[in-house]
């Protein structure tokens, strides 16, 4: 490679760090992130094909790539995940008379949101919330499109939230 990165990084660490900042990072990750993409680059050098090219377009791209990373750990870090025992802490063992009524009426009225529903869009719903299939393999199975499909199970969940809310 014939880059002096150096050179690159003088002339382009501060407009990487400006262009993160700009989809909403801050300033000290920003600077973290401009940093490791020339360290990408220096650890692992562009093919033959992309060194001859425009090395501004290649860093920043790698500085985005690796945005995207950031958020997508950001992300998966907001999860909790809880051990079995923090939920049976939370789950009451005994509900009240009250919950149970609620909770059969709210059952019955799911009953009846997916009786209403046209025979694909049920099927789907079912397949999806109830069998545990993926939309694409709920699609496969139908012989629809994963748009299609995703569309008759966004609608029986609208659907069935409409029946609940008026509960």
């Known amino acids: 490679m ?4 150096q050179e690159l990084f003088r002339l382009y660490a501060k407009g990487i760090v400006r262009s993160l900042r700009s ?7 920003a600077s973290d992130l401009a940093q490791d993409a020339f360290l990408k680059v220096l ?19 790698v500085a985005r790539n690796l945005s ?7 992300r998966s870090l ?10 049976d802490a939370i789950i009451d063992p005994s509900p009240s008379a009250e919950t149970i009524v609620y909770d059969r009426q709210r059952l019955q009225l799911v009953e009846q949101a997916l009786a209403e529903l046209p025979r694909r869009v049920r099927e789907a719903f ?3 919330r109830m069998g545990g299939l993926t939309i694409s393999e709920v699609a496969q199975k139908l012989g ?24």
């Open 144 to 167: 629809m499109s994963t748009t299609r499909t995703w569309v008759l199970i966004r609608d029986a969940y609208e659907h069935i939230e409409d029946r609940l809310n008026g509960l």
């Open 23 to 29: 989809r909403g990072i801050d300033s000290e990750t």
């Open 68 to 74: 995207i990373d950031h958020y997508r750990r950001e």
């Open 43 to 61: 650890a692992s050098p562009p093919p033959a094909s992309a060194a001859s090219h425009n090395p501004k377009s290649y860093l920043y791209t």
């Open 2 to 5: 014939s880059w002096d990165l």
């Open 126 to 128: 079912q397949l999806h």
């Open 78 to 87: 907001l999860r909790v995940d809880l051990p079995q025992n923090a939920f």
